[in-house]
């Protein structure tokens, strides 16, 4: 993405933060955890009890602000419309995967000039590719899987 989207998007981004602040001043600030379980596969997090060693390094205002972004009204749903939005824009979330065309999306994390078509695949990628295919047979071969 060029620089003018990034801000559009950034822009988009803080706007959707006021209604969440109003949320949270309503007192309407309670985890997803249904989200957080299946989409970070992880439990909401729970600060532990405030120590004296916590205090003096910090540790429980780091895990305070833990608690609070799991709270964070509408997090779920800010999450899923900003990966919309990138979406729309051209763009993914993640450099791991690649937009294809039609709407399709692939993983892509390591031969993303051969799946987009910005250029073949060289010697050395092609050989790498056969080799990566042959330890594949090779692995099914040993555990009698055709």
Known sequence: MDVRS???????????????????????????????????ERLPFVAPAVSSGALATGGYERDLERQVAD??????????AYGRFVYRLGGTTTRAVIRGREGWLFYG????????GSGPPSDADLVRIADLYAARVRWCAQRRIA
Not at 11 to 36: E, K, N, S, T, Y
Not at 71 to 80: C, E, G, K, V
């Open 6 to 40: 990034n801000r559009i998007v950034a822009a988009a981004f803080l706007a959707m933060l006021f209604l969440p602040a109003a949320l949270a001043a309503g007192g309407f600030a309670r985890p997803d955890a249904q989200f957080l379980l299946h989409t970070e």
């Open 109 to 116: 994390n390591e031969e993303r000039g051969y799946v987009t």
């Open 71 to 80: 709270a964070f009204p509408l997090r779920s749903q800010l999450i899923a």
